[in-house]
Each structure stands twice: as C-alpha cells, then as structure tokens.
C-alpha cells in the first residue's frame, strides 16, 4: 500500500508562483510514475503534469512552459512548481501514484487546494 500527503497548496495572486509537494510513503519501492492532477469548479479531473521513472515527463498544454515536475527518488517526493499562476490554475491538486503489477496499483492523495485570486 502506498499513501500520498500533498502539501503547499494555497491563495495567491495571477503571476506569482508556487510549489507543490507530495510524499510517498508505505511499499514505495515500485512506484514508476507520479504525477499531479487537478479538478477546478464544474470541471472533470484532469492532468497536469506526469514523471516517468523519474525522468521522462509530460504535461498539459495548459500549464506547458511554466511549470516543472520533479521527483526525489530517495525521498519518494514529486514536486510541481507552478509558476505565472493564472485564475484557470484555480482548482483542488491530487498526487496520483502507480505500481506495475501493484494491488491496487493506482493511488491518489486527498487533494491541496490552490486558489489563483485575478
């Protein structure tokens, strides 16, 4: 099993910047992707940014450019640095977490609001 803390969310202003943390922690030693998440108000869940073994990462067009996905590896940490925020980046952040040939091998965090005030 595998549990997921995020942390860093919050209220900020359109241009400025933030960073958000998720912490892995239980039978962490399989995990091969992070990745961050968003739901805004009446939207569907949708994704942001995506590590690959650490390496490899994909993001949306939405926040291509200007934020930066990370991972410590020893400290099964995954970091989003989201920077230009705009009133659109406004919605509830989920760490997501997947194991090959885990049971369950998907896992999500409960979420860290981030609020981008125009």
């Known amino acids: 099993q595998v549990q997921l803390v995020e942390s860093g969310g919050g209220l900020v202003q359109t241009g400025e910047s933030l960073r958000l943390s998720c912490t892995a922690s239980g039978s962490t030693a399989d995990i091969n992707v992070m990745g961050w998440y968003r739901q805004g108000p009446g939207k569907e869940r949708e994704m942001v940014a995506r590590?690959?073994?650490?390496?490899?990462?994909v993001y949306a067009d939405s926040v291509k450019g200007r934020s930066t996905i990370s991972r410590d590896n020893a400290k099964s940490t995954v970091y989003l640095q989201m920077n230009s925020l705009k009133p659109e980046d406004t919605a509830v952040y989920y760490c997501?977490?997947?194991?090959?040939?885990?049971?369950?091998?998907?896992?999500w965090g409960q979420g860290t609001q981030v609020t981008v005030s125009s």
């Open positions: 997501y977490a997947s194991k090959p040939w885990g049971r369950p091998f998907e896992f």
């Open positions: 590590i690959i073994n650490g390496a490899n990462t």
